[in-house]
């Protein structure tokens, strides 16, 4: 049907450490290596209604090609857009979605245009 954007969406979250080592008062303390659980949500657009992506093993590319464990200096920018490269690169012509945030509270949202 035409005027209607389809999209699969995951959600799933990892465990990691990193820094923000530009951090300012009062936030200085965030430029010390911390640990987060990173809640990230993919959306990739779809073609038709019939499964085209399976969920299951677009979740399962999703975790298997995110940052995770040590990211040193990465933001949830860094991560939302090395997952979006992966993702296109896989899957190419796609919109896509990604929000990663910290500990399910702050984060971000890219996308592709």
């Keep these: 049907m035409k005027g209607i954007a389809r999209f699969a969406i995951v959600r799933f979250a990892v465990e990691g450490f990193h820094n923000w080592p530009n ?3 009062p936030r200085e303390y965030l430029a010390a ?8 949500e993919v959306q990739i ?9 399976e969920f299951h093993d677009f979740l399962d590319f999703c975790k298997d090609n995110c ?8 933001s949830c920018e860094d991560m939302a857009e ?19 945030f910290e500990d ?10």
Excluded: Q
């Design 23 to 25: 951090a300012v008062p």
């Design 82 to 100: 090395a997952l979006i490269k992966k993702i296109t690169l896989r899957y190419p012509g796609r919109k896509v979605i990604v929000k990663v």
């Design 104 to 113: 399910g509270e702050v984060g971000a949202k890219l996308r592709t245009s």
């Design 33 to 40: 290596r911390h640990r987060h659980m990173f809640h990230y």
């Design 67 to 74: 940052m995770k464990g040590e990211m040193g200096g990465a």
């Design 45 to 53: 657009g779809l073609v038709h209604n019939d499964r085209e992506i």
